[in-house]
């Protein structure tokens, strides 16, 4: 198993740009998850997915759209990226919905925003 | 809502002494509650987890965790500290996928 994979692992956009972050996860996995990390502040949910063709939002979710129409599959896009966005972003996977299973993290990608 | 709040932003810590990395959260209902480690440049990894099972929790590496309902706390112990365990330490709690993290503590373990 691949475990969380997430591409690309730097990106470098201009203000106004728009960009989708990838992830998937070969573990089927129901529940997916985007988080940011910024310095001081730890990891903040922006969007989550408790199975294909449902999502909902988090702790800080404008700014970014989400969508799973598949159970592996689940990206994240700046529709304008602004530089606030800038920030390390984790995508993360349980194998059940309801908040008691081990999260598996991906590697993470690292975004700047001029 | 529910929270979190690490207590210590920067611990630091001999080789070969305690370690005690404090946390508290805030929850309307009975949370779920994580540790994880992130060493630097690298993923977060579990430590360990409370699930409303027993309340002293053992994790990796010979860390554990006692859950304090009274206390709303879920302090991160470990008898010995290594060279190994310098990292960054989240606290995070979990009601129905919501899951919210402490802003980390990071450890700091001296020769």
């Known amino acids: 198993n691949a475990g969380v994979t997430q591409t690309p692992k730097f990106q470098v956009l201009k203000t106004g740009q728009s960009m989708t972050l990838q992830c998937a996860q070969d573990m089927n996995h129901e529940y997916m998850s985007w988080y940011r990390q910024d310095p001081g502040m730890g990891l903040r949910l922006i969007h989550y997915?408790?199975?294909?063709?449902?999502?909902d939002q988090g702790e800080v979710p404008n700014g970014y759209n989400v969508s799973r129409s598949t159970t592996e599959d689940f990206p994240l896009r700046l529709l304008s990226a602004a530089p606030s966005q800038t920030s390390v972003y984790f995508c993360a996977s349980n194998p059940r919905s309801g908040g008691t299973d081990t999260q598996y993290f991906g590697p993470g990608t690292r975004l700047t925003v001029l | 809502a529910q929270s979190v709040t690490q207590l210590d932003s920067h611990v630091s810590v001999s080789e070969g002494t305690p370690v005690l990395l404090r946390c508290n959260y805030s929850s309307s209902y009975s949370p779920s509650l994580f540790w994880y480690v992130q060493h630097p440049n690298k993923g977060l990894q579990l430590l360990l987890k409370?699930?409303?099972?027993?309340?002293l929790v053992k994790g990796i590496n010979g860390f554990e965790a006692e859950f304090k309902k009274s206390e709303t706390s879920f302090h991160l112990t470990k008898p010995s500290a290594h060279m190994s365990d310098a990292a960054e330490y989240f606290c995070?709690?979990?009601?129905?996928?919501?899951?919210?993290f402490g802003a980390g503590t990071r450890l700091t373990v001296k020769p």
């Open positions: 997915s408790v199975g294909a063709g449902i999502t």
């Open positions: 409370y699930t409303s099972a027993a309340t």
């Open positions: 995070v709690v979990n009601y129905r996928d919501d899951m919210r």
